[in-house]
């Protein structure tokens, strides 16, 4: 298994690789280079070099102008509309999200917005609208598409055992308005009925805390291996090596012990909602 894992991080060819090395010889046949292109398409050099190098996803409107700038008779826009779902995901994140399904369990903490399988479409919406620099509304709409479709995992029979861990300043954050955290607290809270999720709120008020680096997704794979995922500012990457993974999983036990019980939790969620 760890092996296999390393081959998928180190080759892992996803269908923006292809349509990169694509959009690179449509290019150098129109006698163009990467600046020349950059600048009729009024976009930045390395907005061409990353999508060529299947760094960042060709969007569908933009593959449109480059099929006309390059006469390339719809090539572009037919290969991105032909790329699988599982591939839609930002390249980055596309090994942790087929963990993510696969996964017997998992582990999520959160401390700037509820977590992404728990999401409304509302909320994650003004997620995604807050991004710097701000998406495209056709990205936007498939980054929302994205990210509910995840929530199959929710409905995957075996269940999964979720947990999630979530600060309590981000139930008082009002993304896309007091409506929008309103319905999506009512949410958590029906989600913290089901028998195999666990909801802990993590009080502000306390004066310790053993997560302050940031989030982080621990999940266990069918065969048992387990994986660590940390996300920041544009960074994001997989853990599999087992002393790492252990002290990410050393770092989420004790928060477990200092956040409230998930009985505890629901009331509050009962009393943000003014239902206790």
């Known amino acids: 298994m760890q092996q296999a894992k390393q081959q998928k991080k180190t080759k892992r060819v996803t269908s923006w690789h292809l349509i990169g090395a694509q959009l690179a010889m449509f290019r150098k046949a129109a006698g163009m280079t990467q600046a020349s292109l950059a600048e009729r398409c009024c976009v930045s050099d390395d907005t061409i070099a990353s999508i060529e190098q299947g760094r960042r996803p060709l969007q569908l409107d933009f593959a449109i ?55 409304t479409e509302d909320y994650a919406r003004a997620v995604f609208d807050s991004l710097y620099p701000p998406l495209e509304a056709e990205e936007l709409d498939e980054r929302v598409a994205n990210r509910l479709n995840r929530r199959a995992l929710l409905e995957r029979k075996p269940r999964p055992m979720l947990t999630f861990l ?84 050393q770092k989420c036990g004790m928060l477990r012990s200092q956040a409230l019980s998930p009985e505890e939790s629901i009331r509050l969620l009962d009393d943000l909602l003014g239902e206790r």
């Not at 009512?186 to 195999?196: D, G, I, K």
């Not at 008020?205 to 996300?231: F, K, S, W």
């Not at 790492?244 to 999983?249: A, C, M, R, T, W």
């Open 166 to 249: 979530i600060e309590e300043v981000v139930l008082h954050r009002p993304l896309g308005g007091p409506e929008v955290l309103r319905e999506q607290i009512r949410c958590l809270r029906e989600y913290a009925r089901l028998p195999f999720v666990s909801i802990q709120i993590v009080p502000t008020a306390r004066q310790t805390h053993a997560a302050l680096d940031g989030p982080m997704v621990l999940l266990e794979t069918p065969d048992h291996d387990q994986l660590a995922y940390i996300e920041g500012q544009r960074v994001s990457f997989l853990v599999d090596d087992p002393d790492e993974v252990s002290v990410f999983q």
């Open 65 to 119: 102008m480059l099929d006309e700038l390059l006469e390339t008779k719809g090539a572009l826009k037919v290969a991105v509309e032909k790329v699988p779902e599982k591939e839609r995901f930002p390249a980055f994140v596309q090994d942790f999200v087929e963990y993510e399904q696969e996964a017997v369990s998992l582990l999520s903490y959160q401390n700037q917005v509820v977590p992404g399988l728990l999401q």
